[in-house]
């Protein structure tokens, strides 16, 4: 597991008061097993760190579920999403956006706060019992994604060293510079 994106899970766990959100190892089993089956395919439940709830009847077959690696969503009348934290390049939180809800043929308007990830809608919340959850979420992803792309410079950069290193000595005579 990556201890880095781990250890910040755990730091915002005392930040998010929300009972539609869990984190490990306090996640009802019942909203993990249905998260796993529901859209969070492919996941282990020995490796999620975090779910947010977004059901209407608290079943958590729609909702946000992290891992260290990958973070899976499922709204309303969509397929399940999912994109690996090393692809996130921006996390935007819309509060109180205004959508449509088609539901056996009919259409409401309905507030909502949605989670930008690159650009596209990834989790949209109809209405919170805490209205702080998902711009908190929002920014802990952030800071996800950031943590990858540190390591990915970090990593580069031992590259570049490396690289630098190898070009000291000349090709055609072998002397070191």
């Known amino acids: 597991m990556n201890a880095g994106v781990e ?7 005392s930040r998010i008061s929300d009972p539609d959100m869990s984190f490990a190892p306090t996640i009802p089993p019942r909203k993990l097993r ?30 946000c579920l992290l891992t260290d690696k990958r973070v899976y969503a499922k709204n309303l009348g969509q397929a399940p999403a999912s994109l690996d934290l090393n692809e996130i390049d921006s996390v935007e939180c ?27 809608p990834f989790l949209w919340i109809r209405a919170r019992k805490n209205p702080q959850t998902l711009p908190t979420f929002a ?18 950069m031992n590259q570049l060293k490396e690289l630098e290193i190898a070009r000291t000595s000349c090709l055609w005579c072998g002397s070191r510079n």
């Open 7 to 13: 250890a910040l899970v755990r730091s915002y766990r």
């Open 34 to 63: 249905n998260a796993l089956k529901s859209y969070a395919l492919g996941a282990q439940k020995e490796e999620v760190l975090a779910l947010i709830d977004t059901s209407y009847f608290g079943g958590a077959k729609r909702g």
């Open 94 to 120: 819309e509060e109180e956006a205004q959508g449509l809800l088609f539901m056996r043929g009919k259409s409401l308007l309905v507030q909502a706060s949605e989670i930008h990830i690159n650009g596209k």
């Open 139 to 156: 920014q802990m992803l952030k800071e996800i994604a950031s943590l990858g792309r540190s390591s990915e410079t970090g990593a580069g």
